[in-house]
């Protein structure tokens, strides 16, 4: 028995000495991925606790009337954290407030950020659509029109072609109108259809067979 088990501390030992340095370059490896991976984690938890920090501050001015405030947060906000939804969810906060002050340029102006910055996010196709109203509300109707395109699949699909066939009607462009309006009409249930018929029939246009 005692010969058995030094045949095995033997082997060991000259297993140990083949393959040693290489288990602990992997177990040290390995352990530095851990806890690289843990702190990683962490880092990304302080970043997102900080972007929520900001977009509640802007908030919180906004609540109490501090446009100014507001916009120097956000700036804040977008240069430190300008991937995070809480920059995309702040702008359209700031530029709901610069709207409803009848700054309708400087909301294009806000909104635009989010799909400049995040075109990848759902919030930048709320943004374009906002966009594009608020450059409507400005005078600028062409540059409304080009905010819309191209029309996004989804369910605002269906907005985005009622709104083009608005702008394209304001412009004087009734042909294009009518069939933006058709595509909408496509797309669209409920109390909606209604108002986009009476829109095709004011222009002349019907529903498409």
Known sequence: MAYDDEEQLEAIRAWWQRYGRTVIVTVAVALAV????????????????????DYAAILASLNAGDREAAANRLEVLREGHADSPYAAMATLAVATAEFSADEAGAAADSLGWIPANQPGSPLAVVARLRQAEALSAAGDDQSALMALEPPPEGPLRPRYLELQ?????????????????RQALEETGGQRRSLLEIKLFDLGGAPAS
């Not at 066939?165 to 309006?181: C, P």
């Open 34 to 53: 851990v806890i690289g991976w843990q702190q990683w984690g962490a880092w990304q938890d302080r970043q997102m606790a900080a972007a929520a920090s």
């Open 165 to 181: 066939g608005d702008l394209e009607a304001a412009l004087g462009n009734t042909d294009a109108a009518i069939d933006a309006y």
